[in-house]
């Protein structure tokens, strides 16, 4: 499949600080990415998205980066919160109908 | 509006069985598409159908099949269950034809045993 990796595989960060998760993906053809949210048990949970003609996009507490040069994305969250501790996922659609490749996860643990 | 659901949440089976999960999408939305979530792997894209028809198909052997009815629902069948076979298994419900938002259910926890 497609070589979407992420670049750390755990994360902890102090609660109020800013997160930054990150993402590379392979195929330069891929036109849309989301960023997903897992908490253990629970299937996916939609944060954000983004298509390639933008290379950013907010959302609540949530910005999106997408560096099309480098094949590059990133999610930060700011203000983090225990409620944010989660593994997060980004995933790329090259364009296939609504066949996504997902990278390996990021797991987030925010310490109070 | 109700969510992605699947059914049953969790399944356990002996080895060679069969097994069907079934997911609803969101209603409004055409697509359904299927993953397999293990440690090891992942999560990796089983297959997808729209309208009825599978679009597109991940690499898994022939034992992994789906089908969509007129309503969007969406079964997933795996025969000659193998003791690799348990995984978290999700459904994805979108919109349109692609390119667009993809929700998740909760997933079918199979354990094969």
């Known amino acids: 499949g497609e070589n979407v990796g992420l670049h750390l595989p755990t994360l902890s960060v102090q609660e109020g600080d800013n997160s930054i998760i990150n993402c590379a993906y392979s195929n330069s053809a891929s036109d849309y990415f989301i960023w997903y949210k897992q908490e253990s048990g629970k299937g996916p949970q939609f944060i954000i998205d983004?298509?390639?003609?933008?290379d950013k996009r907010q959302g609540q507490r949530v910005t999106v980066l997408l560096n099309k040069t480098v094949k590059h994305l990133s999610l930060q969250i700011a203000a983090t919160q225990p409620g944010d501790s989660a593994v997060y996922f980004c995933a790329e659609n090259p364009n296939t109908g609504n066949q996504f490749y997902f990278g390996t996860g990021t797991s987030l643990t925010v310490i109070p | 509006k109700a969510g992605v659901t699947q059914t049953p949440r969790y399944l356990i089976k002996t080895r060679g069985q069969q097994v069907t999960l079934s997911c609803s999408p969101i209603?409004?939305?055409?697509?359904v598409s299927w993953y397999q979530q293990t440690p090891g792997q992942g999560l990796q894209f089983l297959f997808e159908?729209?309208?009825?028809?599978?679009?597109n198909k991940g690499n898994f052997p022939g034992r992994f099949s789906g089908r969509q009815f007129s309503n969007s629902r969406s079964e997933m069948n795996v025969s000659t269950l193998e003791l690799g076979d348990s995984a978290l298994y999700l459904c994805?419900?979108?919109?349109?034809?692609?390119?667009?938002?993809?929700?998740f259910g909760q997933g079918t926890r199979l354990t094969v045993v």
């Open positions: 983004i298509r390639s003609n933008m």
């Open positions: 159908y729209f309208s009825e028809t599978q679009r």
């Open positions: 994805a419900s979108s919109q349109g034809q692609g390119n667009t938002e993809a929700f």
């Open positions: 209603s409004g939305h055409r697509s």
